[in-house]
């Protein structure tokens, strides 16, 4: 019945290091070599850091200076809820804050491979009412407000907990934050409710940063407090209390200010950043929780979620390169809620083809150049005498294009059905151009409006869109490659005379054609 129960959960706080093979997989060898190039020996202490932005797991261990260095940096498979603290039973968020990490948490019979307790809630916690259990970190890659590894990830970190408990260490730190606490993640979060308890977990890290040494937590006044001491003149130890007023305390002049000098430094990038107008990170609208990147891109339709992203490319490149472990069937990516992401105001983007060009950029669309289209050929200025152009198209033909406006702006032409139709039309007109012919502009727009009009006038929609809008609306669609096009056809409005580029092959040669 013991063993069942112990199955039955991913936690127990009664189990301590128990002999069996997952729980007493020995440290990689490669992990071993690390720390011989670190100075660092197999039972030092450790101290653990979470980042649910960035999606990573940091293992620091002691070296023979006394200080803590970054052993290695692992992946995230999945966490759930938003960026902040845990608050409540079942709101599926992963804690954030300073927790301790003893044997007794270490659950080495986990229902996910292997786990230990992160020690939610704190005293802070529950001085706040903050409620919830069996927090854990955790293989399975399976997150209820928990953060979940591969299996073949968490029997590492495993070890090198159990070693260094083997080594004397009698708890290990747990720090879990929202996310790296740099200036620029505290500019774009800047207007996120939680920045009060992230700028009094900051002292934390920036304590653990300047120092490079576990930080002493303590708790008073229903706050944090960082490597407090007792004064010179005091008779007795400090005593804490997370709802009491805090005793008089001190922090050691070499640390406080280093670590004023660093907060010094990160305000004044923080002001240039805002001053600078730094955008402000959307709000969660329902996404659960967040994937490190090398995850995702080996799920279909896998996401990020509320972690960095990566472009399509990087992503690609990911998906080809080896994940750090197993990734089990039943991994859940985050997903956002449709209904929440449906509700929520849409980002304002800077579109790159606006549908409601104004006339302008349409004609620098056009592919003739300027130099050779502003003195024209026979067929160019019979056409405009024909009625054929008009004031904008003979603008067309002489604006001069934008390198980076026709390159990513403009659509490309169409195949050779729009060259082919502009040559059988301006054919047709100098045909009726001869004597016996009517020469004026009425007779020739009359003859136009009897044409057939090509394809992209009969996919305009029902109702008349606007004078720009609708010359944007009725460009061809973009081509394979923009080198196997010099530009865009002019596009044809309802009852107007067709307009023909003035040095195209056709336009010079259609009559003898």
């Not at 198209?393 to 390159?407: D, F, I, R, S």
Request: charged fraction near 20%; aromatic fraction near 6%; glycine fraction near 6%.
């Amino acid at each position: 019945m013991t063993a069942g129960g112990l199955l039955a959960g991913c936690n127990t706080d009664q189990v301590s290091l128990a002999t069996n093979a997952k729980a007493n997989q020995p440290v990689p060898p490669k992990l071993i070599a690390a720390m011989a190039e670190k100075d660092m020996d197999l039972q030092s202490p450790i101290l653990v850091r979470l980042f649910k932005q960035e999606a990573e797991l940091e293992v620091w261990k002691q070296t023979r200076s006394g200080q803590f260095a970054l052993l290695k940096t692992y992946p995230i498979c999945r966490w759930s809820g938003d960026l902040g603290p845990k608050v409540r039973e079942g709101d599926r968020q992963a804690p954030e804050g300073f927790y301790s990490i003893n044997p007794s948490q270490m659950n080495p019979q986990s229902s996910y491979y292997l786990s230990f307790n992160t020690g939610y809630p704190n005293a802070f916690d529950k001085a706040l009412g903050r409620t919830g259990s069996q927090l854990m970190v955790h293989g399975d890659c399976s997150s209820r407000g928990c953060y979940a590894m591969t299996d073949e990830q968490i029997a590492e970190i495993y070890s090198l907990g159990r070693e260094s408990f083997f080594g004397g260490q009698k708890a290990f730190q747990l720090q879990a934050y929202p996310f790296k606490m740099t200036p620029v993640n505290m500019a774009r979060h800047r207007n996120n409710p939680n920045m009060p308890f992230w700028k009094m977990i900051k002292e934390g890290y920036d304590h653990f940063e300047v120092t490079r040494q576990e930080p002493k937590v303590d708790f008073c006044e229903k706050r944090y407090v960082f490597d407090a001491a007792k004064p010179a003149d005091a008779k007795r130890d400090l005593v804490f209390d997370a709802s009491a007023r805090c005793p008089a305390y001190v922090i050691p002049e070499e640390i406080a200010s280093a670590v004023r000098e660093k907060q010094a430094k990160d305000e004044t990038e923080y002001a240039r950043l805002v001053a600078k107008g730094t955008p402000v990170a959307r709000m969660n609208t329902g996404i659960d929780g967040g994937m490190h990147k090398v995850f995702a891109a080996k799920i279909p339709e896998g996401s990020t979620g509320l972690s960095e992203s990566a472009e399509g490319t990087t992503l690609q490149m990911l998906a080809m390169a080896k994940a750090p472990g197993t990734i089990p069937g039943h991994v859940n990516p985050p997903k956002p809620n449709l209904d929440a992401v449906a509700s929520a105001p849409a980002p304002r983007e800077e579109p790159v083809v606006a549908v409601s060009a104004p006339a302008a950029s349409t004609r620098v669309a056009a592919a003739a150049p300027a130099a050779k289209s502003e003195s024209g050929g026979f067929f160019s200025n019979l056409g405009r005498k024909m009625g054929l152009g008009t004031a904008d198209t003979t603008v067309t033909a002489t604006a001069t294009p934008a390198p980076q406006a026709t390159a990513s702006v403009a659509p490309a032409a169409q195949t050779s059905t729009t060259p082919a139709t502009a040559a059988s039309r301006l054919k047709a007109a100098v045909t009726r151009f001869v004597p016996g012919h009517d020469k004026s502009k009425d007779s020739v727009k009359e003859a136009a409006k009897d044409t057939p009009k090509p394809a992209v006038a009969a996919a305009k929609p029902a109702e008349p869109p606007k004078p720009d809008t609708r010359l944007a609306a009725t460009r061809p669609a973009l081509k394979p490659s923009v080198s196997e096009g010099a530009g865009d056809s002019t596009p044809m409005i309802s009852g107007a005379a067709p307009v023909v580029q003035s040095n195209s092959f056709d336009s010079r040669f259609s009559a003898v054609k």
